[in-house]
Nanobody, 113 residues
């Protein structure tokens, strides 16, 4: 079992930045991939960004060029740097670990126009 704890969410104006953190209760080096997902009210949960064990990354088209995912294996932590935030980025952001498909509790990001 792995516990994932997200932090760093909050309220920010459009154009601003936030950095989300996902701290794992044990080593993430055995995870094939760590990802950030988001779910806006009335919408399905969607993949935002993913980073594999060899640090290969992929992003949703809507965040390419604005968001960056990274990992610090020594700290068992995955980050999501979010720049140039837009109101449509407003959602609860969740951390995910594969292949076991563990989820964190989520952190709210609200972008005001």
């Amino acid at each position: 079992q792995v516990q994932l704890v997200e932090s760093g969410g909050g309220l920010v104006q459009a154009g601003g930045s936030l950095r989300l953190s996902c701290a794992a209760s044990r080593s993430i080096t055995s995870m094939s991939a760590m990802g950030w997902y988001r779910q806006a009210p009335g919408k399905e949960r969607e993949l935002v960004a993913r980073i594999t064990s060899n640090s290969s990354t992929n992003y949703a088209d809507s965040v390419k060029g604005r968001f960056t995912i990274s990992r610090d294996n020594a700290k068992n932590t995955v980050y999501l740097q979010m720049n140039s935030l837009k109101p449509e980025d407003t959602a609860v952001y969740y951390c995910n670990a594969r292949p076991m498909n563990y989820w964190g509790q989520g952190t709210q990001v609200t972008v005001s126009s």
